[in-house]
């Protein structure tokens, strides 16, 4: 099994900045495809930024030029670094990863908790 640690989250600013941090520990055989998920209450869970083992990445339309997504291969961690926040980046942010757990045949999807931003004076 992997498990997936989010830590980053709180209250801030409009304009202001939140770095989110996600770790994935346990039986880990591969790590592909690390990625962040956000929801706001009401609505459906949107896509926030991905980055593969290649290093490519892809945004949402509605944070490009503010949110830059990062990992760190040898520590098994996907950052999410958020720069210029509005208040409709508010929501529940959650880390996904694709990853094959040792002995598993193939790889699945991994969810964390979820950790909660909010934007606002």
């Known amino acids: 099994q992997v498990q997936l640690v989010e830590s980053g989250g709180g209250l801030v600013q409009p304009g202001g900045s939140l770095r989110l941090s996600c770790t994935a520990s346990g039986s880990i055989l591969s790590l592909n495809t690390m990625a962040w998920y956000r929801q706001a209450p009401g609505k459906q869970r949107e896509l926030v930024a991905a980055?593969?083992?290649?290093?490519?990445?892809n945004y949402a339309d509605s944070v490009k030029g503010r949110f830059t997504i990062s990992r760190d291969a040898a520590k098994n961690t996907v950052n999410l670094q958020m720069n210029s926040l509005k208040p409709e980046d508010t929501a529940d942010y959650y880390c996904?990863?694709?990853?094959?757990?040792?002995?598993?045949?193939?790889?699945?999807?991994?969810w964390g908790q979820g950790t909660q931003v909010t934007v606002s004076s």
């Open positions: 980055v593969t083992t290649g290093g490519s990445r």
């Open positions: 996904n990863v694709l990853a094959r757990a040792q002995g598993a045949i193939f790889p699945k999807n991994y």
